[in-house]
Every structure is written in C-alpha cells, then in structure tokens.
C-alpha cells in the first residue's frame, strides 16, 4: 500500500522501517529533518508525504502536535482526498480525537485511533499490540499494516475508543511500575539484596510484564529513553483530565503523578520514566544496586 509515516522518533522510526521491510510504498516526513528511515522516499512537508497515499499514519508526540500536523500550515489534512484513511498511533486527548476525526470526515477521510502499546522494543520488533478505534471496514482495510507493525489488533468501538482504552492501560503500566520501584527502594532500605528479591517477584503472582521489561534495565541502571518521563506525565494529564471530565476519582494515579512531576523538575523528564526510581532512592537516601 502507498503509505505516509508522519513522526520519526522512537516509536515512529522503526514503525516506518517495517512498513518498508514488508514491501510497502512509504513516504516519511519528520519535524526535525535529518531522520530517514532506509528505503522510504522522504517528504519536506506534512502536506507533500499525504499526497497520493492511500493511508497516512502519524507517530507524534502529544495533541498538539497532531493537529499541527494535520491542520497547521502544509498539514497532511491539505492535501487527503476522500477514500484515505489516517491512522493515529500517537497517545493523545480521546476528545480532541473525535473532534479531529469530525473535520476530516467532511473530506471523506476515515480516523482510526490507534495507540500502541509494546514500547521500542515492539516497536523495532514488529511486536506491537494495536488499541484502536474506528469504523470496521477501515480497519480491515490496514490489517496488513497492523501486522507488517505488530502482533495484535484490539478493536474497542468507534472512534476514540482507542486512546480511552490506551489511558486506561497506560493507568496501570505507572502504577505497577511505581509499585515495583517503590518495592526494590524499601527493600533496598531494609538490606534485602536485589538480585536474590528479582526471581522471587518472577515466580509469585506479582511478576508483570512491567517488571520483566524495565527490571533488566534498572539493575543496569540504564534509564536512557525507551518511553520517556515527560511522554508518560502527558499520559497521567490525559488520563487526569478524562477523569475528571468523567466525575471519576484516581487517588492512585494523583499520588503517581506527583513522583513523575517531581522527577521532571529534577531534570529527567529525557530520561526513561524508570528514572523515577532516582527520585525513591534520593528520598530514602540509598541506590538500588543490581
Ligand atoms: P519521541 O521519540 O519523543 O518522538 C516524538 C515525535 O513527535 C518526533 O518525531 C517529533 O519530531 C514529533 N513531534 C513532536 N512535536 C511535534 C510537533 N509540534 N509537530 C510535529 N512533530 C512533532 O516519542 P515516541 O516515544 O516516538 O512517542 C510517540 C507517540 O507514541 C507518543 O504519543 C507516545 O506517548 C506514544 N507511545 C510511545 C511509546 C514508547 O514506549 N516510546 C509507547 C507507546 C506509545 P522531532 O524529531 O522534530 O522532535
């Protein structure tokens, strides 16, 4: 399929290089110029990677950067004629979603929301798990996109949907990780050797898929992004503000919120968000060693 990947970071990058190891058309446009991505004809605007694609497919950071890539001067949404469907895996507000849905509906363009879950690691090995939302039919339509990417589609209703279900996922992912972090700087504290607490957490009912991808990272104290801090704040202020909206109360996830806003100001909003981690350790006055 003739394909336009919008948004070249961590995600976006090998997401694209998959798409073209599976033999489709890509075109890839990023902000910064300078990233490629090897066998993919590159774009100088948002506007010239969407002309001619039959899918355009956007990897950015957060809401506004959607719609300043759609909607902003040489946007994708300039040049999409009807038929083409936009796809979007970036995490960003489920509202705003279906207001930009809404917009492009009238050019006879299809939304999917389609958040992923799986981090760098599924990124580069086509190993994503797909949450999306969106009409049937176009879904069917980019089922062999989904699996050039990834390993699963979820489809969980209409459009939106995907990036409700993507907070409530990324919900659990901040809490599980805080426990675990919370866990290894009191046992830390209590004199407990990681390496002997590690296999015991793997064989009990606490082993999550959490603790198994970011345990090997911490014990080498590797906090250099696979999903950065500042990404994960901007999910816990999505999933805060669809909350509220909601009339629902996440105590958890406010007390969560704290510690990553906290471990922003100290300077590792770059980092991992496992490098929350520092900011128990400074606290407790200890370093977690592996
Ligand atoms: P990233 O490495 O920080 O890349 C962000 C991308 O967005 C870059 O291509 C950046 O362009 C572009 N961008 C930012 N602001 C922009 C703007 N105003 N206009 C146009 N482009 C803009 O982030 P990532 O990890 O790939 O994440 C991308 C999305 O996937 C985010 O919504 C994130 O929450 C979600 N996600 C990430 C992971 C993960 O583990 N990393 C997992 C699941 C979901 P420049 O190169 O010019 O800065």
């Not at 998959?18 to 004809?41: C, D, F, I, M, P």
């Not at 774009?43 to 355009?56: F, I, S």
């Not at 100001?265 to 606290?283: M, Q, S, V």
Request: glycine residues 8%; proline residues 3%; negative net charge.
């Amino acid at each position: 399929m003739r394909v336009a990947f919008l948004g070249l970071g961590i995600m976006g990058r090998p997401m694209a290089a998959n798409l073209v190891k599976a033999g489709h058309e890509v075109t890839v446009w990023n902000r910064t110029a300078g990233k490629e991505v090897s066998g993919a004809q590159v774009a100088a605007t948002p506007a010239d990677a969407a002309a001619g694609a039959e899918v355009v497919w956007m990897c950015v950071s957060d809401t506004t950067a959607v719609e300043q890539v759609l909607f902003g001067e040489n946007g994708a949404a300039h040049s999409l004629s009807a038929g083409v469907i936009l796809v979007d895996s970036s995490t960003i507000s489920p509202a705003a979603t279906t207001q930009f849905a809404e917009r492009v509906r009238a050019q006879g363009v299809a939304w999917v929301d389609a958040p992923v879950t799986g981090s760098k690691i599924g990124a580069e090995n086509a190993t994503l798990i797909f949450i999306a939302g969106g009409d049937e039919a176009a879904l069917a339509r980019i089922q062999p996109l989904f699996q050039a990417m990834g390993k699963q589609v979820f489809h969980l209703g209409e459009t939106g949907k995907g990036q409700c279900a993507k907070l409530a996922m990324n919900l659990q992912i901040a809490m599980i990780y805080e426990g675990f972090a919370e866990a290894i700087t009191l046992a830390s504290k209590l004199g407990v050797d990681i390496n002997r607490l590690l296999p015991l957490i793997m064989a009990s009912m606490v082993k999550s898929g959490v603790v198994e991808y970011k345990a090997p990272f911490v014990m080498k104290r590797d906090f250099s992004p696979n999903f950065p801090l500042r990404l994960m704040l901007k999910d816990i202020h999505l999933t805060r503000d669809a909350a509220k909206a909601a009339r629902v109360r996440l105590p958890g996830l406010e007390a969560v919120e704290e510690v990553y806003e906290l471990a922003a100001e100290d300077g590792h909003a770059d980092l991992d968000y496992a490098a929350t981690l520092t900011l128990l350790e400074k606290w407790a006055g200890i370093e977690v060693k592996g």
